[in-house]
């Protein structure tokens, strides 16, 4: 929402509070979410946007200072990206065990699987993608990004074969944004 938009809302919940707090809930939920993305050293490395649409989250990421070439990405089931691996992260966000991987697997029920992003031979990636497998706020079914223990995007070292368990070869976690 618009800071503008958000500052109104807030005052019309405010004044609403004793006769519709339902409409101020849903008026109020989060439609953005963002982080910075983090390397394993602590590296800033860029930010990671995250906005609420009709039907999924549409994902802006700027990356810059990562090793050359294609890497896969994932939202996590954690909002936690401590150093140097990291595995605090969790696994990939899903709605159903046992998870099954890959954009390309007729199975897949993985809801934290993304496309690749190619990474320039600068060290610099700007990429804009949607994904139907989340919300922000666990809408329809679909796992919510900002749920209790919130989420995070991860960059991994190699690219997503989209097929192979539990990650698609994807390799080690090289930058992670824990989204707020």
Partial sequence: MFPRLRQLALLACGIAAFTAPALCNRALAADT????????????????????????????????????????????????????KFTSAGAHVHATTPVVHGLLNANANDAGDLPNIFVGPDGNATV?????????NGTDGRPGLLDTDGSSLVIHANPDDYRSQPIGGAGDRVACAALR
Avoid: M
């Fill in 33 to 84: 979410a963002s982080g910075s993305l983090l390397g394993t050293d602590g590296t800033a490395h860029g930010n990671v946007h995250v906005t609420a649409a009709p039907h999924g989250v549409l994902v802006r990421i700027t990356a810059q200072g990562l090793i050359p070439g294609w890497h896969g990405i994932h939202f996590h089931e954690k909002g936690n990206c401590s150093a140097p």
């Fill in 128 to 136: 804009e993608l949607y994904s139907t497998l989340v919300t922000l």
